[in-house]
């Protein structure tokens, strides 16, 4: 599951799509119906590399549990944290409540509308810890 989560998004909103992409956890992206999401799960083909005692383990399966090829567990609602090096115009330390997040065709977030899709918006919680980098946006609201 994505451990990007400030806001808990509604379990029975989540879907599983193919989106025809290895993804990660906790990506953004739009669902096959053009709305915003967040992977909660990796997709199946999803893998990872760890190091134990020297010793380095690739291809480690990570994926959602009995999804296929590039399926992955989409959530459509919720507070979730980007890296704010991912957010294009938004400043972790000066990021304003309510502030429109956009997505582009390559799937990076800005808050540029241009022909970008609406993603969603900056959502800090009162006591947010501004100086970790990261920007806490809301999906589909």
């Known amino acids: 599951m994505a451990t990007n989560l400030v806001y808990r998004n509604s379990d029975s909103q989540n879907r599983v799509e193919d989106l025809g992409a290895t993804l990660a956890p906790g990506v953004a992206r739009l669902s096959k119906a053009d709305l915003p999401v967040v992977t909660v799960t990796g997709s199946a083909d999803y893998t990872i590399t760890d190091s134990i005692a020297g010793i380095t383990l690739s291809d480690i399966p990570a994926g959602g549990i009995g999804l296929t090829a590039q399926q992955v567990t989409l959530a459509f609602d919720g507070t979730w944290e980007f890296a704010e090096a991912g ?23 800005t808050n540029v509308i241009s022909t970008n899709t ?24």
Do not use: C, E, H, W
């Open 87 to 109: 957010v294009t115009g938004v400043t972790a330390s000066a990021m304003v409540q309510g502030t429109d997040v956009y997505i582009t065709p390559t799937n990076t977030l």
């Open 118 to 141: 609406l993603f969603g918006y900056v959502d800090v919680p009162p006591d947010y810890d501004r100086t970790r980098g990261m920007v806490p946006i809301r999906i589909g609201a």
